[in-house]
């Protein structure tokens, strides 16, 4: 996590001289902010944006409104918002699945998020977690691996869907671990919780926010979280890194974007508000009670984060032959 905060907070001091010319140079925003949202109300992605458009329209004035465009794991809502026009009036929070997966694995698509979207700044970084059903013999990540080489393919992971993170979170744990594991895809994250409480499958990677509530009710039991330290939620939960599979990492994470060739000055100060937004103490408890952290970031070290992303996951999907439904 280091790394990721060092690129995130690489020249944002260099970036307060632009702050102060761009507030003199323009008036935006004069008018109404849109921010897209590719997935129904409620979800993850949608909470930080909500709470995020709240804190920007307070700050400027301004109506932000978010609007959900759901369909095809956000990407309804990408290709809208890379078609409109460049002047920060039409933003998106996007997420790992929209951002870094779903153009690689819906073939079809012309979306290119390297190309087609500049970053504004990060939301929010949430962290999975290795979750079995009580009834599973393992009580480790290693144990997990240990089990599944005595049954190649013979366990199941679910998830909320296809491209999720808790998809491809399971994907780089059996590639890493050299195992292969049978994916389940589920219509949302809760219905494959429910299924597993009940013992329908035995294992999955599990947004810990949704799953804290069962783990401590010990209707499921916690193995190791996928962030590169331990959550502060859960600081008795190992990682999965210290526990089986050194360097491992994934995340949910959800970040702010604006069309490819918005001005530099309106990207510097969103980041700016944005920032300061997440800072607030209201906030920050608000996203702890969600089991998510928020991190600083400038325009810059969201792009080259967006770009490493991409690279990390488009190796998986390769190397998985994960293929959507055409």
Not at 304 to 312: L, M, P, Q, V
């Amino acid at each position: 996590m280091t790394s990721r905060r060092t690129v995130f907070a690489l020249g944002f001091a260099a970036c307060l001289p632009a702050l102060e010319t761009g507030a003199q140079s323009t008036n935006y925003p004069d008018r109404p902010i849109k921010v897209l949202v590719g997935f129904s109300a409620g979800g993850g992605t949608d909470v930080v944006a909500r709470i995020v458009a709240q804190k920007l329209s307070e700050r400027f004035g301004q109506t932000v409104v978010v609007e959900n465009r759901t369909g095809a794991s956000g990407l309804i809502a990408a290709e809208a918002t890379a078609r409109s026009a460049p002047d920060g009036y039409t933003l998106m929070m996007g997420s790992q699945t929209t951002l870094a997966v779903a153009p690689t694995l819906y073939r079809k698509t012309v979306l290119d998020p390297s190309r087609d979207f500049a970053g504004v700044a990060m939301g929010a970084i949430s962290p999975l977690v290795l979750v079995v059903h009580p009834s599973v013999p393992a009580q480790s990540a290693n144990d997990v691996i240990a089990l599944a080489k005595t049954k190649p393919g013979g366990i199941n992971f679910g998830s909320g869907g296809l491209g999720t993170t808790p998809h491809m979170t399971g994907e780089l744990f059996a590639s890493l671990a050299g195992i292969k594991l049978t994916h389940v895809a589920y219509r949302g994250e809760a219905p494959a919780i429910n299924d597993l409480i009940g013992g329908q499958i035995p294992l999955m990677f599990a947004n810990l926010s949704a799953v804290i509530g069962n783990i401590r009710a010990g209707q499921l039991r916690a193995l190791a979280v996928t962030s590169a330290q331990r959550a502060a939620a859960a600081p008795e939960i190992p990682t999965v890194a210290e526990a089986a599979l050194p360097g491992f990492e994934t995340a949910t994470w959800f970040a702010l974007v604006a069309p490819a060739g918005s001005p530099g000055e309106i990207l510097t100060l969103l980041n700016a508000q944005v920032k300061r937004a997440l800072a607030e103490p209201d906030v920050k408890r608000r996203f702890a009670d969600l089991g998510m952290t928020a991190e600083d970031s400038t325009p810059e070290g969201l792009d080259a984060y967006i770009r490493s992303e991409i690279a990390k996951w488009t190796k998986v999907i390769r190397d998985a032959d994960i293929r959507a439904p055409d």
